[in-house]
């Protein structure tokens, strides 16, 4: 099992650039998230799903699109990258949506934008 | 969603009982508390959560007072792999995703030998 897996690991993109980070898991899950995190701050949720065909917004969607077509993929999109828009992200799945059940994170995508 | 406060910071030294508080003063009847931590570079890890009594398990206690104002999360042997950003959130326990894991700046924990 390769748990989440998350492409690339490092990224350098100049302002009105766009691209993908890409999020795949193998565990099945129904659930899953992208997180973005600031430097010396929590994690902010920017969309989810909850299962194939199923997304939704969370508290940070401005300038980010998402889609889910298959169980196993969750990439999210930058359109027009800002420097807002430098952080970590983590893209993570659950198998249920309750705050007790364990989320698996993948080992995130830094990104900075110049 | 009740607003939390912790301390940024405490040192613990390796061994020691790790206390960690959290006011959360606005906290309304169904609104439980979570307790999360991050370890540098990694995702977050659930830790812990309760509504009004205390919870154990084999990860950490968690201490709610009776009036639901504050808590304390208690690491009862401190490891060096116990250094992390420790983050307490109020939530309601709903299975709606978009309530998962949004927090502030939490308290880094650092074990010293």
């Known amino acids: 099992n390769a748990g989440v897996t998350q492409t690339p690991k490092f990224r350098i993109l100049k302002i009105g650039q766009s691209m993908t980070l890409q999020c795949a898991q193998d565990?099945?899950?129904?659930?899953m998230y992208w997180y973005r995190q600031d430097p010396g701050m929590g994690l902010k949720l920017i969309y989810y799903?909850?299962?194939?065909?199923?997304?939704d917004k969370g508290e940070v969607p401005n300038g980010y699109n998402v889609s889910r077509s298959t169980t196993e993929d969750f990439p999210l999109r930058l359109e027009l990258a800002a420097p807002s828009q430098t952080s970590v992200y983590f893209c993570?799945?659950?198998?249920?949506?309750?705050?007790?059940?364990?989320?698996?994170f993948g080992p995130g995508t830094r990104l900075t934008v110049l | 969603d009740a607003k939390t406060t912790q301390p940024p910071s405490m040192d613990c030294a390796e061994g020691r009982a790790a206390n960690l508080p959290c006011n959360h003063s606005?906290?309304?009847?169904?609104?439980?508390v979570y307790w999360y931590r991050q370890i540098h570079s990694q995702g977050p890890q659930y830790i812990i959560h309760?509504?009004?009594n205390n919870e154990t398990n084999e990860m950490a206690s968690l201490i709610i007072t009776e009036d639901r104002k504050s808590s304390t999360l208690i690491l009862p042997h401190a490891t060096l792999r116990d250094t992390a950003v420790y983050y307490c959130?109020?939530?309601?326990?709903?299975?709606?995703?978009?309530?998962?894991?949004?927090f502030g700046g939490g308290t880094r924990l650092m074990v010293k030998p």
């Open positions: 993570a799945s659950s198998s249920s949506g309750r705050l007790t059940d364990t989320q698996y």
């Open positions: 565990m099945n899950h129904n659930y």
């Open positions: 799903s909850v299962g194939a065909g199923i997304t």
């Open positions: 606005t906290i309304s009847g169904n609104e439980y």
């Open positions: 309760g509504l009004k």
């Open positions: 959130i109020v939530r309601v326990a709903s299975n709606n995703a978009g309530n998962m894991l949004t």
